[in-house]
């Protein structure tokens, strides 16, 4: 059974780092590409990052370009989100999601499996 | 970046309706195009991918079609556990730009 748990939220200041952690199971993880997706409350899903399965390949939302930074260590099939200089409007649950292929630009991918997500809030 | 437009943002329905949700791209995607649904406190669950393949294990009773810039999420009869947000999602190009959901209510 796949599985994804995330890890690592909670309340943060503004201007400050968060470290989000999501931990595979049930699949070979470094055949996958994975992503963040994040929900603020009340409001859609946002598309966040994304890593190729050999970390070739990542890509970022421009509202997180140059302040998160996605990573992933397929010896411990994990997949993490440092998220740096955080801001109120990055307020949301985030979500760690499984592609269905090995890269983050296919065309036609979608994402089969998702955690249950990890709560951040930014607040002073 | 693709821009997706939901329609209509919430829908009121009774059990046994028939439900149709629209969901337009702001340039065209071919059929990559892939429908989430949602429950409260619950995390997204794909019911199609490009544009009318059902994911395995969902009800038959949920169908998608279109192409190219316009597309819709058919419900052929409504049961109780079909009352959910509803968001589409473009995987044509990177940001995989999702809609911005359709809540299903109870009427």
């Known amino acids: 059974e796949v599985q994804l748990v995330e890890s690592g939220g909670g309340l943060v200041q503004p201007g400050r780092s968060l470290r989000l952690s999501c931990a595979a199971s049930?699949?070979?993880?470094?055949?996958?590409?994975m992503h963040w997706v994040r929900q603020a409350p009340g409001k859609g899903l946002e598309w966040v990052s994304g890593?190729?399965?050999?970390?070739?390949?990542?890509g970022y939302a421009d509202s997180v370009k140059g302040r998160f930074t996605i990573s992933r260590d397929n010896a411990k099939n994990s997949l993490y989100l440092q998220m740096n200089s955080l801001r109120a409007e990055d307020t949301a649950l985030y979500y760690c999601?499984?592609?269905?292929?090995?890269?983050?630009?296919?065309?036609?991918?979608?994402?089969?499996?998702w955690g249950q997500g990890t709560l951040v809030t930014v607040s002073s | 970046d693709i821009q997706m437009t939901q329609s209509p943002s919430s829908l009121s329905a009774s059990v046994g309706d028939r439900v149709t949700i629209t969901c337009r791209a702001s340039q065209s995607i071919s059929s990559y195009l892939n429908w989430y649904q949602q429950k409260p406190g619950k995390a997204p669950k794909l019911l199609i991918y490009?544009?009318?393949s059902l994911q395995s294990g969902v009800p038959s009773r949920f169908s998608g079609s279109g192409s190219g810039t316009d597309f819709t999420l058919t419900i052929s009869s409504l049961q109780p556990e079909d009352f959910a947000t509803y968001y589409c999602?473009?995987?044509?190009?990177?940001?995989?730009?999702f809609g911005q959901g359709t809540k299903l209510e109870i009427k």
């Open positions: 890593i190729s399965w050999n970390s070739g390949s990542i």
């Open positions: 490009a544009a009318s």
């Open positions: 999602q473009q995987s044509y190009s990177t940001p995989q730009s």
């Open positions: 049930g699949f070979t993880f470094d055949d996958y590409a």
């Open positions: 999601a499984k592609d269905i292929g090995f890269r983050i630009a296919a065309a036609g991918t979608f994402f089969d499996y």
